[in-house]
């Protein structure tokens, strides 16, 4: 069985970090390509973030130059460094894996960028 399970999301003002982290199961993690979404309430996800297994990386705009996607294949674990966030970057947060022409999601993980 495929699990994904992410953990990090939290509170944090405007200008602060946060590191989020998506350990995975039942792949072989290694040889696929990660992603990283967000979503907010009444609005479509929407990718953030991927890595390659050859560890080519992809952002959207709005984040580029604060967020860095990085993963360890010994650990089978996905990350996502947030710095400078804003409040716009409120959402939940959900890793994603395309195995087997299925989707994969994790159960998501809430952050919430206020003063």
């Known amino acids: 069985q495929v699990h994904l399970v992410e953990s990090g999301g939290g509170l944090v003002q405007p200008g602060g970090s946060l590191r989020l982290s998506c350990k995975t199961s039942?792949?072989?993690?290694?040889?696929?390509?990660v992603d990283w979404y967000r979503q907010t309430p009444g609005k479509q996800r929407d990718l953030v973030a991927n890595?390659?297994?050859?560890?080519?990386?992809n952002y959207v705009d709005s984040v580029k130059g604060r967020f860095t996607i990085s993963r360890d294949n010994v650990r089978n674990t996905l990350y996502l460094q947030m710095n400078s966030l804003k409040p716009e970057d409120t959402a939940v947060y959900y890793c994603?894996?395309?195995?087997?022409?299925?989707?994969?999601w994790g159960q998501g993980t809430q952050v919430t960028v206020s003063s």
């Open positions: 890595i390659s297994s050859a560890h080519t990386t």
């Open positions: 039942g792949i072989n993690f290694r040889i696929n390509t």
């Open positions: 994603h894996v395309f195995h087997r022409n299925r989707d994969y």
